[in-house]
């Protein structure tokens, strides 16, 4: 289901509830002012698993091109764990703060979010976490903006994906392409070790 509606001209700045009759969700509304900067964050790179430290790379730059320096950056990371597996009967877990604070963007616009991707003792099956990484950057004028970056972090840190078939001809084998990644879809290079077999005999190794 889904529809619109436009806003009063005349009506209050604020936070509008939308309510549908079995759940709520809320709009904020302001009055439009021409952003003049932006704020920007990137995943860290390679590969990363549980106990791990991580440090998320922001920078927020003026649209003219210069860095923002000496802006107050508000932070904080939130975690949700997800199974390997989905099960219809999985309760919904609530997002769990895994570290919040505050830093001041430096001279060329940089600043940095730390945290450890700790799991949870009692949850002892394979799972992996996904994490949400939040900064609200205000600079000297009063100004704030927000950006919002997401990374999953888990027992195994690659996958191993293909798009064979279960059964394909000897002259298309070579064609196949496999693909190792990252939990975020990020291809990894790391050294293979394969080995063919045709009915339980061995063809080749590599």
């Known amino acids: 289901v889904a529809s619109s509606f436009v806003l009063p001209a005349g009506g209050l700045s604020g936070t509008y509830t939308i309510d549908p009759g079995d759940d709520q969700e809320y709009v904020k509304v302001e009055e439009y002012k021409r952003p003049t900067f932006e704020v920007k964050m990137t995943r860290p ?7 791990d430290e991580l440090q998320v790379q922001g920078h927020a730059d003026y649209l003219l091109g210069t860095p923002v320096s000496d802006a107050k950056v508000e932070y904080h990371v939130d975690r949700r764990p997800c199974p390997w597996w989905w099960r219809a009967f999985s309760p919904r ?3 769990k703060v895994v570290t919040e604070g505050e830093c001041v963007v430096k001279e060329d616009g940089s600043f940095i979010i730390p945290f450890v991707a700790r799991k949870d003792e009692e949850d002892t099956d394979l799972s992996y976490y996904q994490y949400s990484v939040y900064a609200k950057v205000t600079d000297a004028n009063g100004e704030t ?3 919002t970056l997401y990374l999953s972090v888990g027992d195994r840190f690659l996958f191993f994906s293909t798009s064979s078939q ?4 000897m002259k298309d084998f070579p064609e196949k392409r496999y ?8 291809g990894q290079s790391v050294k293979v070790s394969y080995e063919v077999l045709r009915d339980d005999v061995s063809v080749c190794t590599g």
């Open 93 to 95: 877990v609530e997002d």
């Open 45 to 51: 790179k390679g590969t990363f698993s549980f106990g």
């Open 179 to 186: 693909t190792i990644a990252n939990l975020n879809g990020e």
């Open 145 to 147: 903006h927000e950006s």
């Open 166 to 169: 279960e059964r394909l001809l």
